[in-house]
């Protein structure tokens, strides 16, 4: 962790609250990045991020290269990493013998994500058409003039599809034709 001496500021307008040109304070860093300056304290307490420069009075700067260490935490996150999962794969690259088997390492930590994601892909996928297949049916319905909705508008959906109807809008469609049961508390 280094200092922000005098001599650093010296030359630059500091009178916006001790500001440092090309350094954020922890909370620009956290508005620019979506995230809570707890979040990025926590990060920093738990290795995941380098430890950032400090003003005399003890102030957080954060520079480019903290920028670019909690995007890619960012970006590992919405792959599918926990905080956990990036910390065992820092140690376990950290506690390598050799370089290649820390690359090794990661290479198949890596692997196994990309595989979690083509799962959750193809079951996105899977929701995806099932949905549009709902939606496609329900612009099949003319309404009947004005008909209040029944168990017939199911058929006549099946009908008017010239498919079976999707479990996802079926199961709801059935919900909505069956009386409201109210429970006592």
Known sequence: MSTISAST???????????????????????????????????????????????????????????VAARGILRLKRAGFTLERIEAIREHVRGSDTA???????????????NRLRESIAELQAMLQEL????QCMDLCDGCHGKAFDAECIDCLGEASHHAMPDCLSSVLQAACSPIQKTKT
């Open 9 to 67: 500021t010296r030359g630059f307008d500091t009178s916006n609250g001790g500001r440092v040109p090309g350094l954020l304070k922890i909370g620009e860093l956290a508005r620019r990045l979506g995230l809570t300056t707890r979040s990025l304290r926590y990060w920093e307490e738990r290795g995941l991020l380098p430890a950032p420069r400090r003003t005399a009075g003890g102030m957080r700067m954060y520079g480019p290269e903290h920028v």
């Open 100 to 114: 290649l088997a820390g690359m090794v390492s990661l290479s198949g930590s890596l692997a196994d994500q990309e």
């Open 132 to 135: 549009t297949a709902a939606r």
